[in-house]
């Protein structure tokens, strides 16, 4: 195994050493900007057809988004556009969410084609478009699911007759749970990316799924307690403090995800040596 891990790391290194890869974080980093609010306005869309509030969505970027971002993000989330306007929003933001996921195509067919070719443009436009509703369906299943745990959990306690509501057993298992999904939705990320030719059964994309769900929170924990306690970006950036610190937080995680395809194929090709 330790030699296995040895080959992964020259592997990667040596993938790494490609030029394609100089800039391709930066690349994602932008589009990944670029799709978060179309994305979360077909997110909140989308729920508003079960009438959930967006309270939980608006509680968590309130705890992750500076002042100055969080404001246009909540100004997006409470729009509420007119029967004749939607489907023209819906269009626009699907076009826009799509780039993030025609980049990351990009990078994974050429990454797991050896370098060969990144594929079609036009074939990746299209399945990019496809991918990222199939996407926010995912997420919208997610939520769904945290959302209706509690209740989940109360059925239970009186379908079998249990004599208290299990309001415990929610708290103990909610954040496992989400943790669960997170990884579902990154693995599912990573097994629609790819163009058939390329595509891997599921427990060949498990390691880079694992290593990038794990490198996110690694990445956004470091990074919240740096900008906290270790430095003032006021005084390099002034009043573009906020979306340079976001702009760079994006850009990490962007690098993690690249990462993560890396390892799903050098894990494969070490194992064929």
């Known amino acids: 195994m330790g030699k296995r891990f040895k080959r992964m790391i020259y592997m990667g290194f040596k993938q790494l050493l490609d030029p ?3 800039g391709i974080a930066a690349q994602i980093a932008f589009f990944f900007m670029l799709s978060i609010v179309p994305t979360l306005i077909l997110l909140s ?3 508003s057809l079960f009438n959930f509030s967006l309270d939980t969505i608006n509680a968590y970027l309130d705890t992750e988004i500076a002042p100055e971002i969080l404001t246009s993000f909540q100004e997006s989330l409470s729009f509420d556009p007119q029967p004749g306007t939607n489907i023209v929003l819906i269009i626009t933001a699907i076009w826009a ?3 993030l996921q025609f980049s990351l195509m990009r990078i994974t067919n050429y990454t797991l084609s050896g370098g060969k070719d990144p594929g079609s443009y036009f074939k990746d436009r299209i399945r990019s478009i496809l991918t990222v509703i199939l996407t926010i369906l995912v997420m919208m299943a997610m939520v769904i699911i945290l959302a209706y745990g509690q209740l989940v959990m109360n059925y239970l306690s009186k379908r079998f007759l249990i004599s208290s509501e299990l309001d415990w057993a929610w708290v103990v298992f909610r954040w496992p749970v989400a943790g669960a999904l997170f990884l579902l939705l990154i693995s599912f990320s ?7 030719k390329n595509r891997r059964r599921f427990r060949e994309i498990l390691p880079g799924s694992i290593f990038c769900a794990i490198g996110m929170l690694l990445v956004t924990m470091v990074y919240s307690s740096y900008t906290a306690h270790a430095v003032n970006q006021n005084v390099l950036y002034g009043s573009m403090a906020s979306i340079a610190a ?3 937080w994006f850009y990490l995680i962007s690098w993690v ?3 993560g395809i890396l390892v799903n194929k050098v894990w494969k090709d070490s194992k064929i040596e």
């Open 20 to 22: 394609y890869y100089q």
């Open 45 to 47: 869309q989308l729920l």
């Open 97 to 99: 969410a799509s780039r």
């Open 190 to 196: 990573y097994y629609v990316l790819p163009a058939n």
């Open 246 to 248: 976001l702009m760079f």
């Open 257 to 259: 995800m690249c990462l």
